[in-house]
């Protein structure tokens, strides 16, 4: 989630950089985030490559990417996700 939350700085410095032409925000947002998001995958810690395993996974459902890939099985991983934003998940925005 750092990669992908600062990667947005340093994306906006580089177009800035150049001094004219279209600007990072102008871009549309399916673009900004999938770009940040593509940065976040590929530049991030161990614990993101959990979720680039899923994603990688050659598995014939996504459920059985998902056990594959955490060792546990979706239903537990959906209770998990829930008890965890019921915890106070860090924000990354609005819900």
């Known amino acids: 989630m750092l990669v992908h939350e600062y990667?947005?700085?340093?994306l906006d410095l580089v177009c800035r950089a150049k001094g004219s032409g279209w600007q990072f925000f102008e871009a549309?947002?399916?673009?900004?985030q999938g770009y940040e998001e593509?940065?976040?995958l590929t530049c991030a810690d161990a614990q993101a490559g959990k979720v680039r395993a899923i994603?990688?996974?050659r598995e014939p459902t996504f459920g059985r990417a998902i056990r594959t890939s955490?060792?546990?099985g979706?239903?537990?991983?959906g209770?998990?996700?829930l008890a965890w934003l019921e915890k106070g998940a860090p924000s990354t925005g609005p819900r």
Request: aromatic content about 20%; proline content about 4%; cysteine-free.
């Open 74 to 77: 979706v239903e537990q991983f």
């Open 28 to 32: 549309p947002k399916w673009f900004v």
């Open 79 to 81: 209770a998990d996700w």
């Open 55 to 57: 994603l990688t996974s």
């Open 7 to 10: 990667s947005t700085v340093l």
């Open 38 to 40: 593509y940065l976040g």
């Open 70 to 72: 955490l060792e546990v």
